[in-house]
């Protein structure tokens, strides 16, 4: 993850801390908390992505340092 994504993940991930937090108040409206569970959904969903996408990365590096050391062993 870049920078801008990983900022995007975090600014994702706090936003679903509030949301959690909103819900579990006693002072929210069914409409807004549909709302605001919708709005959770997507960013679950951001967030998700953000996440596989290190996941993948990751991999590829793996990939490339088992590829050095076995070229180092020929």
């Known amino acids: ?3 801008k994504s990983n900022k995007n ?3 994702c991930l706090s936003r679903l801390e509030e949301i959690a937090n909103l819900l579990e108040s006693d002072d929210i409206g069914l409409e807004d908390a ?3 569970y919708e709005e ?3 960013l679950s969903r951001e967030c998700l992505s ?3 996408n290190a996941e993948l990365k990751i991999t590829e ?3 490339k340092v088992e590829d050095i050391a076995i ?3 020929d």
């Open 1 to 3: 993850m870049n920078k």
């Open 9 to 11: 993940f975090e600014k």
């Open 34 to 36: 549909l709302q605001l």
């Open 40 to 42: 959770g959904i997507n």
């Open 50 to 52: 953000s996440l596989k």
């Open 61 to 63: 590096l793996k990939k």
């Open 71 to 73: 070229g180092e062993k």
